[in-house]
């Protein structure tokens, strides 16, 4: 009978997952919708917008199952129904979520047994942040919402793997493309006049809403000749789970906001050339140069102190 039971909400909760996306709460759900309101909290429609706003948060509705004996069974397997709908939506927009370059969660959960354990273990222990039974039309919505950053975040478990393996590392580590020429160092910045003193640059924003361009958990910014200025997997792990590879926003002003919460009184703000691919950035000579030198100064990159302005 128990077996059947759970069969039963499996399948209801198929049959919701997909119905449960954006802010299309019922109107029955008054508390659901105060909660979200309270909390300053919008429903993540893309893994884009889950690193924009640090965290995943969905929802799913369901029903009780068929017959049931008493208000609280009706209670209860409404509630698990609708959070198995929820833990669905949840799986698909992680599955989106890039690692780095063209390889997403998705594609890492097929090649990795470690990675897939990872990942379905993290959705199954998702914590629920509210849930509410509705007597008018006998249904349950559970949100269940999820950090993207910080500790026992999906970010932390992701990283603590990836990091470790052979594989992703070399990944990580290889330039975007064979250079033309040998590589060489970055070029030399302009020497300030004598009378001038250096500004001092704390932290990063980068611009790249000309382009197609998407968050990852390891993104990376390249010279002209391939080689890799900005490379998250060399930074401690202990920063990457505390703040992720750096910060996402759609405008530059944000991104100075969102760094300035982090102690970073003046960005250096510089246009991205190109894209190598979705995830990984390309700026010009000058650019790298002053990017460089900058680093050189205050070493923002250890830190991840880098902001990048999406579309």
């Known amino acids: 009978m128990k077996k059947n039971i759970i069969a039963a909400l499996c399948l209801l909760a198929g049959a919701l997952a997909f119905s449960a996306h954006a802010?299309?709460?019922?109107?029955?759900?008054?508390?659901?919708?105060?909660?979200?309101k309270e909390e300053n909290l919008t429903f993540t429609a893309t893994p884009t917008k889950a690193f924009q706003q640090s965290a995943v948060v969905v929802f799913g509705e369901g029903s009780p199952v068929s017959n049931p004996k008493s208000r609280a069974q009706r209670r209860a397997t409404a509630i698990t129904a609708a959070k198995v709908a929820a833990q669905?939506?949840?799986?698909e927009l992680l599955k989106g979520v890039s690692i780095v370059s063209e390889t997403t969660v998705k594609n890492s959960m097929l090649e990795s047994d470690i990675i897939r354990t990872t990942v379905n273990a993290f959705i199954q222990g998702a914590e629920v942040a509210?849930?509410?039974?509705?007597?008018?039309?006998?249904?349950?919505?559970?949100?269940?919402?999820?950090?993207?950053?910080?500790?026992?975040?999906?970010?932390?478990?992701?990283?603590?793997?990836?990091?470790?393996?052979?594989?992703?590392?070399?990944?990580?580590?290889?330039?975007?493309?064979?250079?033309?020429?040998?590589?060489?160092?970055?070029?030399?910045?302009?020497?300030?006049q004598?009378?001038?003193?250096?500004?001092?640059?704390?932290?990063?924003?980068?611009?790249?809403?000309?382009?197609?361009?998407?968050?990852a958990l390891v993104n990376r910014i390249f010279t002209p000749k391939g080689e890799i200025l900005y490379d998250p997997a060399k930074i401690s792990q202990k920063v990457l789970v505390e703040n992720g590879c750096g910060e996402y926003t759609n405008s530059v002003d944000k991104a100075r906001a969102a760094l300035g919460k982090r102690g970073v009184k003046n960005p250096l703000v510089v246009k991205?050339?190109?894209?190598?691919?979705?995830?990984?950035?390309?700026?010009?000579?000058?650019?790298?140069?002053?990017?460089?030198?900058?680093?050189?100064?205050?070493?923002?990159?250890?830190?991840?102190?880098?902001?990048?302005?999406?579309?």
């Open 23 to 36: 802010d299309e709460i019922g109107p029955n759900f008054k508390q659901a919708r105060k909660f979200m």
């Open 88 to 91: 669905r939506r949840l799986a």
């Open 130 to 192: 509210f849930q509410e039974y509705s007597d008018a039309d006998d249904s349950a919505i559970v949100i269940l919402r999820m950090n993207m950053t910080g500790e026992n975040s999906f970010a932390a478990k992701m990283y603590e793997k990836i990091l470790a393996e052979p594989g992703f590392r070399s990944e990580l580590e290889k330039p975007a493309y064979a250079p033309a020429t040998p590589p060489s160092a970055l070029p030399a910045a302009v020497p300030p």
């Open 194 to 215: 004598a009378d001038t003193a250096p500004a001092v640059f704390d932290g990063l924003v980068i611009d790249a809403t000309a382009f197609n361009f998407r968050p």
């Open 272 to 311: 991205a050339s190109g894209t190598v691919n979705p995830a990984d950035l390309q700026v010009s000579d000058t650019v790298a140069s002053s990017i460089f030198m900058a680093n050189q100064n205050s070493g923002f990159m250890a830190d991840a102190r880098v902001a990048f302005v999406l579309r």
